[in-house]
């Protein structure tokens, strides 16, 4: 195990999660927020001073790095940047406790949106900044921003190992040759992107302020609002300008580098979006269907159905309207959405429509090998053949998620909540969702929950978001051994 390059790696993290934090120092010191001031000091002090002492004590790190490095250090920096990046929540008692301000900031920077706050409103706006930013830190992925900005220089198989551990979906190809200038390039689109949504919510006569941290939320799929009723008190436009955005968000990002490239023919033959789009438009019409005479008009259902389910696929988990008091058809379509989730490649969390599309594709192959054993069969996505090695981490994945989703159902049952409440709960934290249904509904939050309900749930939002196979590496014994 290379110790010293990834303490180094992780210093340079802290380094960078420190900067992050100085627009929210800024806007605290501006609203005379004397206790959120308080508590971004004290965390900076900290955070620079542990990445300057890891950084002196790794120099000279050999540049030996494995997939096992890769696996670990991702683990390893998402934990770290947690332990301190939740202090200020803590530190200026807007969190008392320092559990559920781990909670807060594990679900900002995993893009999950669950919170244990019961009035947002209250909180210093340098905190609801912090809060808020965390979303768009963790939505692309803080390692990822690290190799846009500065390439190690190490060689394709550090980047490589580091990307493929952090960014979403069953296979992590390079968009152009170097891993740096992939990096890159999804990191401007990113922006470009996020950009384009704060324009549009300012023109919808948004401040400035709230249409910052709604775009980060909707950029990094997190939906973490700074209004107890989320979206609901906006006006139709700013709703729907929303939809739109989360649903670009959900989408693989190579789509988009195809656009520029104008490949709209690789746009439109592309599987995986086709059957992200089909997935929402059928979602929309099943629920408006379901929902006649629920609301005063066609157009406000149609509004709210498709906010809904675009907040849901997404894993965004921004509400227009209490979806848990729809009908029951309704809100199992948005529990099926909950565990598909968005594109792979994209902001978004759940199971991924990529792996759906592979499961469903080797199951049609399985049913085809029983009925002529002696046909050799392949699955081809997109016109090309799908490595067997794939195949194999999509079951192995699926295998995990199922496992993992009954441990932590049994851990928190222990608090006697409902069955509806603790599996959306589970289901809403590990796919990095955010609000859920019954007691954790979008108009109630997480602070029900015993510590060990909450620390289960947190490990779950950051097993989520890293794919499961970061975090269970560092359980295993052959992880840490020399051979």
Not at 161 to 187: C, F, W
Not at 296 to 311: I, K, N, P
């Amino acid at each position: 195990m290379n110790y010293k390059m990834m303490g180094r790696f992780i210093s340079q993290i802290l380094f960078i999660e420190g900067t992050l934090m100085l627009p929210p120092l800024c806007i605290s010191l501006y609203c005379g927020e004397a206790m959120a001031v308080k508590g971004f000091v004290c965390t900076l002090i900290l955070i620079f001073a542990l990445a300057g002492i890891g950084y002196l004590l790794c120099r000279g790190a050999p540049s030996a790095f494995y997939a096992k490095e890769g696996l670990v250090c991702v683990a390893v920096c998402w934990i770290v940047m947690s332990l301190v990046g939740c202090l200020p929540f803590y530190i200026s008692r807007e969190i008392p406790k320092y559990v559920d301000a781990l909670f807060e900031i594990v679900s900002g920077f995993t893009t999950t949106g669950a919170s244990v706050v019961p009035e947002v409103e209250k909180l210093s706006k340098g905190i609801i900044y912090w809060r808020s930013f965390s979303h768009w830190i963790g939505g692309m992925g803080v390692l990822v921003f690290l190799l846009a900005l500065a390439p190690s220089g190490k060689g394709t198989g550090f980047t490589m190992h580091l990307l493929r551990a952090e960014s979403p979906g069953p296979d992590v190809g390079k968009l152009v040759p170097k891993m740096q200038n992939t990096a890159a390039i999804l990191y401007i689109i990113y922006v470009v992107l996020t950009v384009l949504n704060v324009i549009f919510l300012v023109l919808g006569d948004m401040p400035l302020f709230e249409a910052l941290c709604h775009a980060f939320g909707t950029a990094g799929t997190g939906g973490f609002g700074i209004k107890n009723d989320s979206l609901a008190g906006y006006s139709p436009y700013l709703q729907n300008v929303t939809t739109v955005f989360m649903i670009l968000f959900g989408v693989n990002f190579s789509c988009y580098y195809l656009l520029l490239l104008r490949q709209w023919l690789g746009v439109f033959k592309d599987e995986e979006l086709r059957l992200y789009l089909g997935i929402i438009l059928g979602s929309i019409v099943l629920i408006v269907l379901n929902l006649r005479g629920y609301y005063d008009t066609l157009g406000e259902t149609v509004r709210h159905a498709a906010f809904q389910v675009g907040s849901i696929i997404t894993t965004t988990g921004y509400t227009t309207t209490n979806y848990d008091l729809w009908p029951t058809f309704s809100k199992t379509i948005l529990l099926c959405l909950m565990v598909i989730g968005a594109c792979a490649g994209s902001t978004g969390g759940g199971l991924k429509v990529a792996r759906l599309l592979l499961l469903l594709k080797g199951l049609r192959r399985n049913i085809r090998q029983m009925l002529n054993p002696r046909k050799v069969e392949v699955v081809r996505n997109n016109g090309k053949v799908v490595d067997e090695k794939v195949l194999a981490n999509t079951n192995a994945y699926l295998a995990a998620y199922m496992l993992i989703l009954f441990i932590l159902f049994t851990i928190i049952s222990l608090d006697g909540y409902s069955v509806g409440t603790n599996l959306s709960a589970v289901l809403c934290t590990f796919n990095n969702i955010g609000p859920g249904l019954e007691a954790v509904g979008p108009i109630c939050n997480f602070s029900i929950y015993s510590d060990l309900s909450t620390l289960a749930l947190t490990w779950g939002m950051l097993a989520g978001r890293l794919e499961i196979f970061p975090m269970l590496v560092l359980f295993s014994k052959s992880t840490w051994s020399r051979n």
